[in-house]
């Protein structure tokens, strides 16, 4: 799904967004919209998002981050597996267990995994999916093993409230030849989006929706 965009919102069903706010992202130029976030992520609150979301014709996924709220009527479904975890449960070990009991439920063509790097140590997502801090020298290493050994559909680059580094970014791109790059963090302005566009395939903006979604407009590019 995320193959043809370049430009994709994350919304966070554990925040609040008027009908206003939500109804100017949804008929933006955007590519698509993502629903996800590390905390607070109930089966209530995806489904209330979804259901407003889906008065618009804007594609809508989920990227699941709880096995408790998992809504069907999404046009897609992401699976997160962290690649830079000190414990193998965030990259493959909850997935086995879910997929142990769930998978009967799942329509392969509907799911796509979602391979993350988190670059970013203070992040939720980072301190949740029990992060190792990855240095810059060790990224072409992890491109590589991703892209040409475990050959991913995606490789998220993940700074999760934090602009990243061009130079990590300069890395990915010039080491990722399969795998479809996916930025996201920080960004907050249109010079911010055509930056990291210059090194990934799409780029997430999340945050910035809640602070003013009139700035969080003006990073869609073309
Ligand atoms: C209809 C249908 C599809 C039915 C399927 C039934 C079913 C339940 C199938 C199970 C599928 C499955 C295999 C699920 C696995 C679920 C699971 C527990 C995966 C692990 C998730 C994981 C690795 C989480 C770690 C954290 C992470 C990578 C989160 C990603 C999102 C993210 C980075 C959000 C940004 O954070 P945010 O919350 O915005 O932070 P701030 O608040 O600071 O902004
Ligand atoms: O919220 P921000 O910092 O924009 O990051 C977007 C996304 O990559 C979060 O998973
Ligand atoms: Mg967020």
């Not at 993350?116 to 801090?133: D, H, L």
Request: proline share 4%.
């Amino acid at each position: 799904m995320l193959k043809d965009c370049k430009h994709v919102f994350k919304l966070d069903p554990a925040k609040e967004i008027s009908d206003a706010d939500l109804a100017a992202i949804c008929e933006s130029e955007t590519d698509a919209i993502i629903i996800g976030g590390t905390d607070n992520i109930t089966e209530d609150n995806v489904l209330n998002l979804m259901a407003r979301v889906r008065r618009f014709s804007v594609s809508v996924a989920l990227e699941i981050t709880s096995t408790e709220a998992v809504v069907p009527g999404f046009d897609h479904y992401f699976i997160p597996a962290v690649f830079n975890t000190t414990d193998m449960k965030w990259q493959h070990g909850l997935m086995l267990e879910a997929l142990a009991e769930y998978g009967h439920l799942l329509d392969y063509d509907e799911v796509s995994l979602l391979p993350y790097i988190i670059m970013n140590p203070e992040c939720k997502a980072f301190r949740k999916a029990e992060g190792k801090v990855v240095a810059p020298e060790m990224v072409p290493h992890y491109i590589n093993m991703m892209d040409k050994l475990y050959q991913t559909p995606y490789i998220y680059i993940e700074y999760s409230g934090t602009y990243g580094s061009p130079e990590v970014m300069q890395m990915v791109r010039e080491n990722a030849s399969h795998s479809h790059v996916i930025y996201g963090g920080g960004i907050t302005s249109k010079e911010e989006a055509r930056e990291m566009a210059q090194y990934s395939d799409t780029i997430v903006v999340g945050n910035i929706i809640y602070d003013s979604s009139k700035k969080a407009l003006r990073t869609i590019i073309k």
